[in-house]
């Protein structure tokens, strides 16, 4: 049966740091993972890494329009229109 365990690594060697349940000389598979990458794994694909922007600024206007466009629950011919509306403002596609 599967077991996950914390362990820090000290002077060359893995020292558990939680109770296993194993018999002496027992060999098993180690599986190291970040803190980061633990907590991927263990939600999936809930978690996506967010692009970074680039030091692109926010245009409010934009997500303004955005906002009302989804509030409203306008989708395809409905956003085109709405982005019309917003004529002058660089709305992302």
């Keep these: 049966m599967p077991q ?46 967010i692009p970074d922007p680039g030091g692109e600024e926010i245009d409010e206007a934009a997500l303004r329009c955005l906002k009302r466009s989804s509030r409203n629950g306008a989708v395809g011919f409905e956003l085109v229109l709405l982005r019309q509306q917003c004529a002058g403002v660089a709305l992302p596609q």
Aim: hydrophobic share 40%.
């Design 4 to 49: 996950s365990v914390r362990a820090v690594y000290d002077n060359g060697a893995l020292r558990l740091l939680d109770e296993v349940q194993l018999t002496e000389g027992q060999q098993v598979y180690v599986e190291i993972l970040s803190e980061k990458e633990r907590v991927r794994a263990a939600l999936g694909d809930l978690v996506t890494d």
